[in-house]
């Protein structure tokens, strides 16, 4: 290399270094960053002249002070996290194989992350030479607007007119055209956001003569949240057409339309056709249409004494619940204030509160308020019942009558009453009922608590002599007097026939059958006529009417208000043949479970009209047991006399076999046999007494079951721990848990405590220029002037002699010849380079800002074992919290230990090995009652015996095992009777 310096030549020649020479240390170039953003560290730039860098060493100064490692402080290459805004002082350290060190710092600025939007509204289609109106709005939770700057078509622009802040403005377009709009924040961290708006501007031609859409921008209150809307500036005998539109969706036509809207904000326009020309006419100041209902809450409300508890859940389907709120009288009980980043659609606000035990009404009331000052209300008044309900819930029915089915006269009234905490006694004893005369309370009140709802349902049966509509009133001091009434209808008449003669004694008289109508009536209490075919009747008591073999088998009973009930051919459902033998084929004598065998017969019967097929059915009263067998026997007329006469006069009888059990005839009434017509259910029937049985032998009576225990074979052997320590040990003798809780015994309260400080913060620049287009830009900052510092500055130099340096020496040298100014030999020397470090004094201009810092502290004052009333106070007080707690657990811990026992209840059935009692009761005999047909059970002896039966048994099965002689379970007991063990 040559290189001439100062007129002469100097040659320079590399030299070697020496072991002592200091390696030379790069932390990399400076960076700027973001909070939580990864900033990668690069050391490898750093070398050493005496041979290889051995150890790499990174330390980083925070902005605060402290001081802090990356992820891998020994590698060449690594990374960090900054957690805060601010300067950070990298440093990296790097020694040689020799132990020779050299350090380099960097630095990396870092700023806060973009945590804020900004979105413009305004007129999208403004004409030409009239002002438009925008506006910016700015969500920024956690910064403040430092700067604002509007931008049409990338140019800075001035706003006209007078606005009232920055983020408002107004502009006059000169010319039509399509122009974008832009809205330029930077935020005091020095973060910038935008937000474009596409604008088309119109002339007047185009604007269809300047229409607009006026009407509601923001719909309020309950639903439906509708909307009044029409164009405004426009003939409408010059529009051809105009479309409303949601969106992309039409939703009306005509020059006025109403919206109803759903919750939430909606782009709202509408098309106009106009000479041709199709235009889009908005609101002066956009296209924006918000709906915001009012909160809706529901309060539910639970009561146990004085002590309440409940719920209040409110819903703003807006999203924009504000506060919700619990009020007993005029005192808060509870509130909630949502915060801005939770779900704001929905909240449920617990409580519970204590009120006055003298018995007052005490008013509740839930409120809820969106950000509009919108308010939801839901109240209720303990102590003071309300009428939920009062209704009859089965009306019309018929008029009453004595002797007619109740179910068919009786009308329900349900009063359903919130109790609200009164007492349900007390309420019920301040009901008064009144009616008028031609209505019946067939029975007294009765009432029902339901507790879960804390209600009482009252119920009362009436009925109404006459059809129409029959009032009752309700009343009481808590109720406005109720009358309600419910509807009663005619009754048809009730026919009731005895068949006299259903044929067979009438031929020579001209009768197909003759019956007795007379216990036949009216419920609405009128005569009855009685047609038999064409002919009228008038009801007699002693009338009986025969139904001639020319007349149609019809019996017709109507009433003095023509209602009728009709009667032809199913007369005869109103017969049934008498039971006329029973006789005993079984033998006796009997022990319990024993059946008795009666055959029967009932008395021969002929029915006039062959086309009628009686059926009859045999059932057992007052006993069990089964029918055998029932049949009708009829003879079948010979070959040659197969005419109706014949067919009338075959005679028919009934036959059957029933078994009765045998315990039947010694509880209650004596079992009887009873033949009805199956035709019809009120048709006919005839009870007979079944004849008394002799030989019954002594039985078990009234066995009773005790003393039940169980024999397994491993069981779960239970303890329970009231401390860790405790569980521990029990864990570790082989106890498992199966159950825990905790408890709180006492909270400690603590109150917010509050302190401001103010700081300054300044910034400094190496250029005036740009300090102060800094604080231009900025509100929030000032000139803080200048200061003059001093800084290090890393240089290198050449020397002729080691001691002619006082900097560190490289390791490098050169040789250099020099040729003197006056004529003479050059000379040649050795130079030695040096790194060499400087003080530079420079200014630095300062910017600044003052800094109010708030802190929040918590202090203790005092801890309360009274847990619900802490909460309580906590929740009211948003200065109060709860903090720390003390809690007492439990744990349930069970262990399985595989040992044989006696116990009263078992875990696992399949490890029940016998099942042991007392079975005990009475042995009794079965005695004939004198001058009466039944029998009764009389003590003669009582028995008791330990049983013991395999497996897991029910107590119906011990008593099976110990009392019944025919069972297969081996009760493993004595006794001295036949029928026990």
Request: charged fraction near 30%; proline fraction near 4%; charge should be negative.
């Amino acid at each position: 290399m040559l290189v001439i310096v100062c007129g002469g030549i100097v040659h320079i020649a590399a030299g070697n270094s020496g072991d002592d020479v200091d390696p030379f240390a790069e932390a990399g170039l400076d960076q700027e960053a973001e909070v939580g953003q990864t900033v990668l560290l690069d050391g490898t730039g750093s070398w050493a002249p005496a041979g290889d860098i051995e150890e790499y060493r990174w330390v980083i100064e925070t902005p605060d002070g402290a001081t802090s490692a990356p992820t891998c402080s020994d590698c060449d290459r690594t990374e960090f996290v900054p957690e805060q805004t601010g300067e950070y002082a990298v440093e990296v350290i790097v020694t040689d194989e020799h132990g020779n060190t050299d350090t380099d710092t960097m630095y990396v600025t870092v700023g806060s992350e973009s945590t804020f939007n900004v979105t413009i509204s305004g007129d999208r289609t403004p004409t030409v030479g009239e002002q438009a109106s925008y506006t910016g709005t700015v969500e920024a939770p956690q910064t403040s607007v430092d700067s604002v700057e509007w931008r049409l078509d990338g140019d800075v622009i001035t706003p006209d007119g007078d606005a009232d802040d920055d983020l408002k403005m107004t502009e006059t377009f000169r010319s039509s055209g399509d122009y974008e709009l832009e809205l330029v924040v930077t935020d005091d961290t020095g973060q910038v956001t935008e937000d474009e708006l596409a604008v088309r501007a119109r002339n007047d031609s185009q604007s269809g003569s300047a229409v607009s859409v006026d009407g509601d921008q923001l719909v309020t209150g309950e639903r439906p949240l509708e909307g009044e809307y029409q164009l405004a500036g426009a003939d409408p005998e010059e529009v051809d057409s105009v479309r409303w539109y949601a969106g992309d969706e039409v939703i009306g036509t005509g020059t006025e339309t109403t919206v109803e809207w759903e919750p939430g904000i909606h782009e709202f326009y509408a098309t106009v056709e106009h000479d041709g020309e199709s235009h889009r006419a908005t609101f002066p100041d956009g296209e924006e249409v918000v709906a915001d209902p009012a909160p809706e809450i529901e309060l539910d409300v639970e009561r146990n004494g004085t002590h309440i508890s409940g719920t209040a859940v409110a819903a703003d389907e807006f999203g924009s619940l504000d506060t919700v709120s619990v009020y007993i009288g005029d005192d808060e009980i509870a509130l909630t204030t949502l915060d801005q980043g939770v779900d704001r659609t929905q909240h449920e606000e617990t409580f519970s509160a204590t009120l006055p035990d003298d018995g007052s009404e005490t008013p509740i009331r839930a409120v809820a308020m969106d950000d509009r000052e919108q308010v939801g209300t839901d109240s209720t008044q303990q102590g003071q019942p309300e009428l939920v309900s009062a209704e009859f819930v089965n009306t019309p029915v018929d008029s009453y009558h004595e002797r007619i089915d109740e179910d068919r006269y009786t009308a329900e009234h349900e009063l359903v009453i919130d109790l609200n905490g009164a007492d349900p006694d007390d309420v019920r004893k301040q009901l008064s009922l009144d009616h008028n005369a031609d209505v019946m309370l067939l029975e007294t009140m009765s009432s029902e608590y339901f507790a879960v709802n804390d209600q009482l349902v009252v119920d009362t049966l009436w009925a109404g002599e006459e059809p129409g509509n029959s009032l009752i009133t309700i009343d009481a001091p808590f109720i406005t007097e109720q009358t309600d009434s419910f509807r009663v209808e005619h009754s048809p008449p009730e026919v009731h026939v005895n068949i006299i003669d259903p044929g067979q004694d009438s031929h020579d008289r001209g009768y197909k059958l003759r019956v007795d109508p007379s216990g036949s009536f009216d419920p609405d209490g009128s005569e009855l006529n009685f047609r038999v075919g064409d002919r009228d009747r008038l009801y007699h008591d002693t009338d009986e009417i025969g139904i001639e073999f020319n007349d149609a088998p019809k019996l017709v009973a109507t009433d003095q208000d023509g209602y009728s009930t009709s009667y032809e051919l199913d007369l005869y459902d109103f017969y049934a043949p008498e039971i006329e033998d029973v006789s005993e084929v079984s033998e006796g004598p009997y022990t319990s479970g024993d059946h008795v065998v009666f055959d029967v017969q009932t008395e021969e019967y002929q029915i006039a009209a062959p086309e009628y097929d009686l059926n009859t059915d045999l059932k057992i009263e007052n006993g069990q047991g089964s029918v055998q067998f029932w049949r009708v026997v009829d003879p079948e007329p010979s070959a040659n006399d197969t005419n109706d006469v014949a067919r009338q006069d075959a005679v028919k009888y009934y036959t059957g076999q029933v078994a009765v059990e045998i315990d039947s005839f010694a509880d209650g009434e004596h079992p009887g046999l009873r033949v009805s017509n199956t035709a019809s259910s009120d048709g006919r029937s005839l009870r007979h007494s079944l004849p008394e049985i002799d030989g019954i032998m002594p039985t078990p009576r009234n066995v009773d079951v005790t003393d039940v225990e169980y024999t397994v074979n491993g069981f779960e052997r239970e303890r329970t721990a009231t401390s860790p320590n405790e569980r521990v040990s029990l864990e570790r003798s082989g106890y498992q848990v199966v159950d825990s809780s905790t408890e709180t015994e006492a909270v400690e309260l603590e109150k917010r405590q509050v302190d401001t400080t103010y700081s300054t913060e300044t910034r400094t620049f190496d250029r005036q220029s740009d300090r102060d287009g800094f604080v231009s830009t900025r509100n929030s900052w000032s000139d803080g002037g200048t200061d003059t510092t001093s800084r290090t500055v890393r240089e290198t130099e050449w020397v002729e002699s080691m001691g002619d340096s006082s900097g560190r020496y490289t390791g490098e040298t050169r040789q250099v010849t020099k040729y003197p100014p006056q004529v003479s030999s050059p000379t040649t020397v050795t130079e030695y380079k040096f790194a060499v470090t400087a003080q530079e004094t420079v200014d630095q201009y300062i910017a600044e800002q003052e800094i109010e810092e708030t802190t929040t502290s918590w202090e203790s004052i005092g801890s309360t074992d009274e847990v619900g009333s802490a909460y309580r106070r906590a929740n009211s007080n948003h200065d109060i919290r709860v903090g720390s707690t003390t809690e007492e657990s439990t744990w349930e811990l069970s262990k399985f230990v595989y040992e044989t026992k006696t116990v009263e209840s078992y875990d696992d059935p399949a490890r029940v090995q016998s099942t042991n009692a007392t079975v005990s009761g009475n042995i009794a005999e079965k005695l004939p009652v004198s001058n009466a047909r039944t029998m009764r059970y009389s003590k003669i002896d009582e028995f008791s015996v330990e049983a013991s039966v395999s497996g897991l048994r029910s107590e119906s099965e011990l008593i099976e095992a110990a009392t019944d002689p025919e069972s297969e379970l081996d009760p493993g007991c004595s006794s001295e009777y036949e029928e026990v063990c």
